[in-house]
């Protein structure tokens, strides 16, 4: 088979060198995905897949070590190399603490990658053959309507969705919807959906460099003072206060 890589790294020259690196290894490997920050492709795993990330450190809007947490939070199954043009042991502790699988500096060469690629295959294939990776994700069509609906908000990001359009996506009466949903989740749609947005904003302010208006802007709110005063209404402060405290926490 031929493993997966997404390659991340916010100047494209460097992104085309270790691509050019990288096929010059005669290892069955494929980079299938180019990113230029960790959001780009943290929201790229949503809806694909990938066995390796190959990711630079310093990059605008989510940079290495927050995709790094990320992903080990949401796809533990997918193994994380950091690359990094800054000799800087402190880099280097904070992404083995995080579980990085390895640790390479810029110029990335290709007889340090193919030996980083080689080890991590070999641990790849021992793992598989001793039956520890995770099964595949859950197959949507064994869940329960509503929960299709929440996995296929989601995955695709779709904070806008109304009551109407999720009951008519799943091919449901809105009326019997509603009340389903209630059922099941114990409130209704509307407020549900209110708190996944409020949840991801929260996880934006304090895993990337977005604007809180781009934030707004990219959760469907069309009034950036309202996202602002909901999420202030959620979280007792208003974004700008709530990401200084989340950072200075770290």
Known sequence: MNYRIVLVEDEKWVRTA???????????????????????ASEWFKSNDAELVLTD???????GLAL????????????????????????????????????????VEQEELETCLRKWIDKREQSASAGAWREPDVNVHELSPVDQVIHYIESNRLY???????????????????????????????????????????????MTSLRVTEIAERL???????????????FDLPPSDYRKQRLAGK
Do not use: C
């Open 160 to 206: 806008d969705m109304s009551s109407a359009e999720a009951a008519d996506w799943v091919h449901l009466n809105p009326s019997y919807f509603s009340k389903l949903f209630k059922q099941t989740k114990g409130t209704t749609f509307t407020d549900y959906v209110t708190a996944m947005r409020m949840k991801e904003a929260a996880r934006l302010l304090e």
């Open 68 to 107: 790094l947490k990320e992903m080990k939070q949401s796809r533990p199954d997918v193994d994380v190399v950091i690359v990094s043009g800054h000799d800087d042991f402190g880099y280097a502790q904070q992404a083995m603490r995080h579980d990085a699988f390895d640790y390479l500096l810029k110029p």
């Open 57 to 63: 450190i310093r990059m605008p809007v989510m940079d």
């Open 18 to 40: 270790i691509r050019k690196v990288a096929e010059k290894i005669d290892l069955p490997i494929g980079i299938v995905y180019e990113a230029s920050n960790g959001l780009d």
């Open 220 to 234: 469907g709110f069309a009034d950036a003072a309202y996202f602002t005063n909901l999420f202030k209404k959620t």
